[in-house]
């Protein structure tokens, strides 16, 4: 028997677009599974949903009506977003958000940045995830946040066509003691704080640097500079999510919690190139590196080129970042390992190699360590 399946994901989004494909590829591995499309395209608006006679459902619900569209469905259905809470009903597939404000922090912390802001709906079940993420990863480096809660021009608090209401951001950011990290919650909402920056003559990434979440490429990279994101998993998200769905059609019980998956990584842009470290020695080590860990270089080579003491030169990596210039040789390979499995088709084995790693073995075991992942998962989840 085959079963067909909705699919109510708009596709407004690179996110979105690569969930759907997530979800093909799910029901392309199953033979009883089929897509249910309109014309060419496999896509059904929620409120047809009520009439639809299919197996069951995979949709995105944003708004309180469509959320409680979704709810009243007769059919098993699986949801893909996370603005409030789930019923215990309504199973649902997403992001672990908690990781991704957890990842947002270390990534601004890394540069140097101690003062840091989070822009965020504070409506949004998302969203307070992830400021608890960001808060939870600062607390325990000794650090805080300033909270800017966004504010819509629209009272349905989905309009960012029309935008976010601009004085209270502007207010909120003129506040904001620089230099400063700001994790924005949404690509859309770090854009507008680019631009509000920008208005306010605040430099960027030189005071403030900024990094949002999705890595909508149409907004990330006609951002001005270009804008800094954390990637989600949404193409796993996707293929979990269908295979949830047939699951729950084939009789079995629904999760009690949402299922969540890790983010992608950071796609680090100029928005947040930023180096808040006043030691020349340091900043000359850290060009050094970013040039150079292609090659297998070591701490004496560093310390060499900037002219002190390797122990010299360990105090005051340590003090500006909290580990050694060991760590930090590292840390800049797999940065570059992870621009390579995202932005090219090479081999895991050359990419290594390429960043300065002498046995595939020794470069798999580092970036497992540094991400929790391996290079080939890693290429998989930011996969577009």
């Known amino acids: 028997m085959t079963h067909e399946i909705a699919v109510s994901i708009e596709l407004i989004s690179d996110n979105n677009r ?14 009883d599974l089929r897509v249910h499309k309109i014309g060419a395209i496999p896509f059904i608006p929620i409120e047809r949903l009520v009439k639809w006679n299919g ?11 469509r959320f409680d569209s979704v709810v009243k469905l007769k059919i ?16 649902t597939v997403h992001s672990d958000n908690e ?3 957890k990842l947002a922090a270390e990534h601004l912390y890394e540069m140097g940045l101690r003062r840091f802001a989070f822009v965020g709906h504070q409506q949004w079940l998302h969203n307070q995830e992830r400021l608890h993420g960001f808060q939870a990863a600062l607390q325990k480096i000794r650090s805080n946040c300033e909270i800017v809660d966004v504010q819509f021009t629209d009272s349905k608090q989905w309009a960012w066509p029309s935008g976010i209401r601009q004085r209270p951001l502007t207010a909120a950011l003129k506040r904001l003691v620089k230099p400063v990290g ?7 909402f770090a854009h507008d704080v680019v631009g509000t920056l920008k208005r306010l003559g605040t430099r960027i990434p030189d005071d403030a640097a900024v990094i949002g979440v999705n890595n909508n490429r149409l907004i990330c990279e006609t951002t001005d500079p270009p804008l800094s994101s954390i990637v989600q998993s949404a193409r796993q998200i996707g293929y979990h999510a269908g295979k949830l769905l047939h699951e729950l059609i084939r009789g079995k019980e629904p999760p009690q919690q949402p299922i969540r998956l890790p983010p992608g990584g950071v796609v680090a842009r100029q ?14 080590a850290l060009r050094f590196i970013q040039l150079r860990c292609g090659h297998p270089i070591t701490v004496v080579d560093v310390a060499d080129h900037v002219g002190v003491s390797r122990r010299t030169l360990d105090k005051r990596c340590v003090a500006n970042f909290g580990y050694p210039m060991a760590e930090q040789i590292r840390r800049t390979r797999i940065k570059k390992a992870r621009e390579l499995l995202r932005s090219t088709n090479m081999q895991v084995t050359s990419i290594g190699f390429m960043c300065g790693y002498e046995s595939a ?3 798999v075991r580092a970036f497992r360590e540094i991400t929790g992942t391996t290079p080939a998962e890693h290429r998989r989840q930011t996969q577009r």
């Open 99 to 101: 990781a991704i404000g």
């Open 361 to 363: 073995s020794g470069f």
């Open 182 to 188: 700001i994790f924005a919650a949404h690509d859309e």
């Open 271 to 284: 928005s947040s190139d930023y180096s808040a470290v006043d030691d020349d020695h340091i900043l000359s």
């Open 18 to 31: 690569a969930m759907l494909r997530g979800v093909i590829d799910y029901v392309n591995s199953r033979p």
């Open 55 to 65: 197996a069951g459902a995979i949709c995105t619900a944003e708004t309180a009506e």
């Open 76 to 91: 098993p259905c699986v949801s893909v977003s996370l603005h409030r809470k789930p019923p215990e009903s309504l199973p």
